[in-house]
């Protein structure tokens, strides 16, 4: 029997190498990154990017050293509310297409936030891509120019 395995494992690892698009050459672009500034103890922001992929992609997580926890989130009307949830499937990014997280839409929710942030800082958050390397960026805390947020504390 055990001569039988290796040519399988042969054949598994040769079909491997033929998958149609390297990741290496996934790259996505981020600009205009920034989150909401929190004052008052709130402890729960939303941040806002522009990102544009190379490739057809998703932005499967977000991660943020100074959150408890980061989620990338949708608004959606239920009920004639305005409610937000994890887009648990990620949010897809069309290859060369710029896809904007901004108030009152898609954005990134960083909760449990372990201190204020405050106008003029700088927010580490790692994004987490289907096909991309993650990449850390440092999202400017500003409020945002657009503002069209419900859940924005005015
Ligand atoms: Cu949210």
């Known amino acids: 029997m055990k001569h039988l395995i290796l ?11 033929q998958a149609p698009e390297p990741d290496a050459q996934a790259t ?3 600009t205009d990154a920034t989150c909401r500034p929190t004052p008052n103890g709130l ?5 806002y ?3 544009t992929a190379s490739h057809d992609d998703r932005l499967v997580s977000i991660s943020a050293p100074q959150a408890g926890m980061a989620q990338v989130h949708e608004m959606k009307i239920e009920d004639n509310v305005m409610k937000m949830a994890e ?9 060369g297409e710029a896809v904007s997280l901004s108030p009152g839409g898609n954005h990134m ?3 449990g936030l372990k201190q204020p942030l405050v106008a003029g800082e700088q927010v580490s958050i790692t994004l987490n ?7 850390g960026i440092r999202a400017l805390v500003a409020q945002p ?7 924005s504390p005015h």
């Open 109 to 111: 929710m960083l909760m």
């Open 28 to 30: 996505v672009s981020i």
């Open 49 to 51: 990017v522009t990102l």
């Open 87 to 95: 887009l648990k499937d990620g949010l897809a990014l069309p290859a």
């Open 43 to 47: 402890d729960v922001t939303g941040c």
């Open 7 to 17: 040519p399988t494992l042969v054949l598994a690892l040769a079909g491997c190498g």
């Open 145 to 151: 120019a657009v503002d069209g947020d419900h859940a």
């Open 129 to 135: 891509f289907e096909h991309a390397q993650p990449m």
